[in-house]
């Protein structure tokens, strides 16, 4: 079945102490992406990446960090992570990034950071 | 001035009846991509149908209906024959060229709410 996959689904940590959400996907698509969902601010990009080794920032970069250096794995990775990053996280990969490319999303991310 | 605009925060449908989801959407740019997603309360974003600014007609998947009106700039959904797990937030989203980058640029967003 062609998906995107993230773990874990749930997460609750503390202050401080460095995370990483693995997401894959199994489309051979060279674009991929993160996002976080915010009430009252709907979907903001993290990061993307065109292609392997090529990543970019997006909206709200400040606070993660990222990698390729597969095709089928950008992991986001927080340092020290902040009560303003609880949010809900989203991975989502196209086959391309142009415009005319649907973005598939994964099944999301809840992180709370206490 | 907002990219995606959804003006309906949250509509009401009958079973089985249709329902249209407005969306508004500005931009200069010849090419881009229009999109719905589905998020049930589960929370995941479910890509429900797409539609090319060179696209003639309009698109359709199932019950799914995009009613294109590129002069006007906008991309309503249409769901017709609606069942309760119909109910979601319904997002338009777009996808342009900006700076290089090609994200999505989302709606805030409409809840719909299927009454048996």
């Known amino acids: 079945e062609a998906q995107v996959t993230q773990n874990p689904r749930y997460l609750i940590t503390v202050t401080g102490k460095k995370l990483t959400v693995t997401c894959s996907q199994n489309m051979n698509h060279e674009y991929m992406s993160w996002y976080r969902q915010d009430p009252g601010l709907g979907l903001r990009q993290i990061y993307y990446s065109m292609n392997v080794e090529v990543t970019d920032k997006g909206d709200v970069p400040e606070g993660y960090k990222v990698s390729r250096k597969e095709k089928r794995n950008f992991p986001l990775i927080l340092e020290s992570p902040s009560p303003n990053q609880t949010s809900l996280y989203f991975c989502?990969?196209?086959?391309?990034?142009?415009?005319?490319?649907?973005?598939?999303f994964g099944p999301g991310t809840r992180l709370t950071v206490l | 001035a907002q990219k995606i605009t959804q003006t309906q925060p949250g509509m009401f449908v009958q079973e089985k009846e249709a329902v249209t989801l407005d969306c508004t959407y500005d931009?200069?740019?010849?090419?881009?991509?229009l999109f719905w997603y589905k998020q049930p309360s589960s929370g995941e974003m479910i890509f429900l149908i797409y539609?090319?600014?060179?696209?003639?007609q309009n698109a359709t998947e199932g019950r799914y209906s995009l009613n294109f009106q590129k002069a006007r700039k906008s991309a309503n959904l249409v769901i017709s024959a609606s069942q309760l797990g119909d109910s979601a937030m319904y997002f338009c989203a777009m996808r342009e060229e900006v700076a290089g980058s090609y994200q999505l640029t989302f709606g805030k967003g409409t809840k719909l709410s299927v009454i048996p």
């Open positions: 931009t200069s740019d010849p090419s881009y991509g």
């Open positions: 539609q090319g600014s060179y696209d003639q």
């Open positions: 989502a990969s196209s086959r391309f990034g142009t415009s005319t490319d649907t973005q598939y």
